[in-house]
Structures are given as C-alpha cells and as structure tokens.
C-alpha cells in the first residue's frame, strides 16, 4: 500500500525527520520500526493535510483521529510529534485523561465546560488529543459521581456537528471497552467524530 501512494509530499523523508525529532524529545533510544510505517503514513497524511493520500488511505480530514493500540506501542509519542507537522490552523495540544479527572475533582463540573466548549468567557472551543482514554476513573464531586469523559465527549460532539470541532484520541481500550466504559452513546457519537487508527495486539511494548 505504502509504495503505491502518490503525493506530492515525500513521505520517507518525513518519517526520517520524525525520528530525528523523537530522538531529540525522547532521547536516542527512540526509533521508528518499518512494521509501524502504514500507521505512521496515515498519520501524516492526516496531519499534514494531504488529500490526495487520505483519500487514498480512506482517511477523513473532517474528522479527528483515535489511535488505539496496547499499551507502550508509542501512541502518545507520535501524536506529540503530529504537533509539529501540523499547520497553524490545525495546532491542537496533548491533554492526559487522568489529569482531567483529577483536576474534576478540585474544580467540579467548570472542568467539563472547560474542555469541551472551552475556559468560561472564551468565545472558540479548542482541538485537543485525549492522551489514554480510559486510565481515568468516574469521580465524585461533593458525593455526585461523573463520568467525567464521557460528558466531555457529548459536549465536543454537539459542537463537532454545529462547528466542525476536532478532537484527537490515544486510547488502549476496544471498541466494546469504550461503549462498556462511556456507554452506547459515546461509542456511537464517536464512529462520527474521529477515524480509528490502530496498531495491530500484537505490536511489541517499545518501552
């Protein structure tokens, strides 16, 4: 598949500075397996902005991504060097689900507001990547349990469908665990929000 992609961006030599890039983030033990290109190539096609290649790779623009795999595969990784191939328009940041979840419990439900419509009195909801999805857990604030999450995800949904809002996962959870974990309606909005992008069960912990 990869051979076959014609674009105007040459993609070996972006994987090559993606390396070096990881290499300086994460020091000289980071590489970038060839068993790993197919989902990288989607990667950056997608965030690069490539039509051409997404529509080759059945990738929707209008979208945002979820890339899922188990855990140590280097999913949070790559998505912190999408950033720097993404184009100013397109900037999104890397906001870890447990940070969210404790941060629910200091300051209740602002939080969910917060990260779905944006901070009270700022007028533009922003693009933001979830890092581990499902690491979190359902939290009370002042004896009322949330799923904290799931309530954000309704929330980008709605403004995903009225605003075109992009919202980015990195999750290590199925399918049937995010509908057991969020519910139907989570799993169900999500199909429409993002294009799943997955490394294979079997790909070995990189750590």
Known sequence: MIKTIQS???YDEVIVWLEKKGSELYGTQFKIVEDDHTIIYKLIAYFLK?????????VNLNKGV???????CGKTSLLNLMKYLTPTDNKFYVKPCREISFEFIQDGYE???????????????????FDD???????????????????????????????????????????TEIENQ??????????QMI??????KSVKDKR
């Open 111 to 129: 939080i969910i507001h917060k990260y779905s419509k944006g901070k009270l009195y700022s007028s533009e909801a922003k693009t933001i990547c």
């Open 50 to 58: 490539d039509e051409q290649t997404c529509f080759q790779l059945n």
């Open 195 to 200: 294009n799943l992008i997955a490394f294979d």
């Open 8 to 10: 105007h961006y040459n």
């Open 133 to 175: 999805l499902g690491t979190e857990n359902n939290l009370k604030y002042f004896g009322n349990e949330c799923n904290v999450m799931a309530e954000i995800l309704l929330s980008r949904y709605d403004l995903f469908i009225s605003k075109k809002l992009i919202t980015h996962i990195t999750t290590n959870l199925s399918a």
């Open 182 to 191: 969020y519910g139907n309606r989570v799993r169900s909005r999500l199909r």
């Open 66 to 72: 979820m890339l899922s795999g188990p855990v140590g």
